[in-house]
Each structure stands twice: as C-alpha cells, then as structure tokens.
C-alpha cells in the first residue's frame, strides 16, 4: 500500500519548519530569578508557556520546559531562568501532555534540583490519563485531576499549604503519539494567599472562559496567543484577538499575561507577530493598560492589597 500523500505532506512540512528553526543564532539572556513575599503573587515567564509561580508561600513550576530543541525543532530564544537557579520547587502543574508543555528531560533535572536543595522533590499535578508519562520521574506524589477538580497542595510531610489548585476546560487535545487519546488536557486556577491565577494551557476560543471567570473568578490570566496560522490552527490554538477576547470573557481577571509565541516556530505567522497584533486589539479595546507582556526572566508582581484596593494595576520588576 502507498502512503497516502497527506504523510508527504507532512513530512515537508516538519523539514522546512525544523530547517528554519536553526537559521537565525539563539536570542534571550537568562536572569537571576526575582522573589517575593509571602503575601505577593509573583509570575515569572520562563518562554512558551512555562511559568515560575510564587503564591502563598510556595514555588511552582507550570509547563517548565528548559531544553534546547523539542525532538528536532529549536527553540528560538532562551528559557529567561536556569533550572540551577531556581528556588525551592514545591510542585509541578503540566497542562497536557504535548511535548512542548511535558517534557520529561526538564523534568528530572528540577527533581534532582528540588532534592539537592530540600531533600526531597516536588509532587507533579497532571490531567487525567497523564499520569503514568511522568510516575518514574522521581515526584513524591502523582496527581490527576479532571476538569472542575481541585486540590490542596500539600508539604513534604503532609500539611496543608492553603495552596489550591482547579484543573479547568479547554477546547484542544490531549494525545502525546496521536493514538493515545484518553489522555485528558486543561488549564488551571492556582488560587491562596487571597491570589487567583489562571494558566488556560493551549486552548482554542470556545465559551467556557465565560464559566471559568464565573465559577473560579481568577484576577491573573495566562493566555496563549501563537501559533494560530494558517486558520485551520485556529481550531486548538487562540489568535491574539480571540486570546483578548477570552479575557474579557472571564470577567474578573485585571491582568493579562500572553504566552505560548516567540519560542519554538510553531504556526507560520512571523514569530513576533503576536505580541504586536495583541497590543494592538487591546488598544482598540481600550484594554491596554491590563496587559503585561513580559520577556523571558521577567517576574510580575502582585501584592494582595492591590488585589483588594486598586484592582486594574501591576507592577513588574525586572529579574
């Protein structure tokens, strides 16, 4: 049997996209890792969708991704911290199991980490069916959440931390080797210390950030804006007007911090597209002023008071 012509298809595709991954020389610094109080929220953007998270006195990582190249793809810029100078990480939130967002190299290297500074390692949370992808890496503990589930984050002996976590919808998918569809996909809304946060994962535009800001009401929101052409890729991913429109769908979220562009050449659109075309809808919008672009090592900083008093306002310090 030939193969259907489609495969050829792909097949170029892959070729030019991972060729054009290695042409321009590797851009970004890394920075020293800005750390906050107990009561702050703090939001570090490592590149692509991987996140430092400081909330309620605890350290997560979100979708970490600190390798070079995903299989043959190049990443485009570095990861703005270096797993060596991360604090102590507490636990690990992975949205799905795509190799951009799940990558068990990265992975094993924040255990090691985790352990040589405390002793022991991190738990990881992961979306239903995900969990066997990430069970011999070395976390304490492997949990699976389905959409609407929560659950504390816990120390290394069991205590609460008041930390607790919601895996959310999504409209995307979940397979890592395309037949293993099982394997549940989401977001997140990482809420203590009198913060909400919320990490929407890849996701396409669909409804449901109407019921997510209703139901869990976060006041950061980490949406995705690359990758979206051509259109057909509008289908899993969000254009940077439909990831506008989908904060201000959630309704009580004051910030918003894009991601998933500029890192791995993922759609066709120009790699510093999205960014632009998103300031540029927010403007229009008259929403400029509750977006954060934020380079790779650069941590926001939210106090709880300004959570409470001032609402629409930010700051950003520079790691």
């Known amino acids: 049997m030939r193969p259907h012509p489609s495969i050829f298809r792909k097949l170029r595709q892959l070729y030019r996209v991972t060729r054009e991954s290695y042409r321009q020389p590797l851009a970004g610094t890394h920075r020293e890792p800005v750390l906050v109080e107990h009561d702050q929220l ?25 390798t070079r190249a995903l299989v043959l793809l190049r990443r485009q810029r570095r990861p703005g ?15 799905h199991a795509h190799m951009d967002h799940l990558n068990p190299r990265s992975l094993k290297r924040i255990v090691r980490h985790a352990r040589k500074l405390t002793g022991y390692a991190p738990e990881v949370i992961v979306p239903t069916g995900v969990g066997d992808l990430v069970s011999g890496l070395g976390f304490r503990m492997v949990s699976e959440l389905d959409w609407w589930q929560s659950t504390e984050l816990r120390c290394s002996d069991g205590q609460p931390t008041g930390v607790e976590v919601t895996l959310t919808p999504a409209k995307h998918w979940g397979a890592r080797f395309f037949k293993d569809t099982h394997r549940l996909f989401g977001g997140y809304v990482v809420a203590g210390a009198g913060h909400r946060l919320y990490h929407s994962g890849d996701t396409a535009y669909f409804h449901g950030f109407h019921e997510i800001g209703q139901r869990l009401q976060p006041q950061v929101a980490l949406l995705p804006i690359g990758a979206y052409s ?47 075309r998103l300031m540029a809808a927010a403007q229009r919008a008259r929403a400029d002023s509750m977006v954060r672009v934020l380079e790779e090592g650069q941590t926001l900083v939210q106090n709880t008071k300004a959570v409470k008093h001032a609402g629409t306002r930010s700051a950003i310090q520079q790691g």
Do not use: C, W
């Open 81 to 95: 911290l270096r797993i060596k100078n991360l604090p102590p990480i507490d636990a690990v939130l992975l949205t």
């Open 42 to 66: 703090g939001v570090t953007f490592i590149g692509h969708s991987s996140f430092l998270v400081q909330i309620g006195g605890r350290n997560l990582l979100i979708d970490p991704v600190f």
């Open 230 to 276: 051509p259109d057909s890729y509008r289908a899993v991913h969000t254009s940077p007007e439909e990831a506008l429109q989908a904060f201000l769908d959630l309704g009580t979220a004051h910030t918003l911090v894009p991601m998933h562009f500029g890192t791995f050449p993922l759609g066709r659109e120009p790699m510093d597209e999205p960014p632009v």
